[in-house]
């Protein structure tokens, strides 16, 4: 289901949008829409501020574009590989100082995918931290964070 293209949408229609479960708090989808592609530079008006959130008709911004997907990691407590698909017109650097977590095959120029592995969960504790994209030259700066997070397996 999409967010509808009206002024008027529920805040489960933004979880859905956004990829979060039906459960999610309002502060966690304001969270996962900060981390996201959405930048207020696009806004331009009340009533086109829902097409922009969602990245359609987004008007020319000079300079540095950087969109990163997905935003939020959430997985259980084995290992796993993940896509991260990056859309920018210059070049950027992925860092992370996760010891559980590891990038490969990143380009680091342009359009590109990265694959971000997150080792299996044998702590006995849940454990999360952040993945950060950012241009790494021209301006203005632009840095895109991926929130990551793994369960214990105990849940």
């Not at 979880?15 to 502060?27: D, F, H, P, Y």
């Not at 996760?98 to 969960?121: C, K, P, R, Y």
């Amino acid at each position: 289901m999409a967010v509808p293209n009206t002024n008027t949408f529920s805040l489960n229609d933004v979880r859905v949008e956004i990829g979060l479960g039906t459960t999610a708090s309002l502060i966690d989808c304001i969270s996962n829409a900060s981390a996201s592609g959405y930048d207020p530079a696009y806004y331009t008006a009340p009533a086109t501020s829902l097409l922009e959130f969602r990245n359609y008709s987004e008007p020319i911004v000079a300079g540095n574009t950087l969109k990163v997907t997905p935003t939020t990691i959430d997985t259980d407590a084995s290992a796993s590989s993940n896509n991260i698909s990056v859309t920018s017109n210059t070049t950027w650097a992925v860092t992370e100082g996760l010891s559980w977590v590891s990038i490969s095959g990143a380009a680091n120029t342009g359009n590109d995918t990265f694959t971000l592995s997150i080792l299996i969960n044998n702590t006995g504790s849940p454990r999360s931290g952040d993945v950060t994209v950012s241009t790494t030259s021209g301006s203005p700066s632009r840095v895109r964070v991926i929130a990551v997070s793994q369960g214990s397996g105990f849940e």
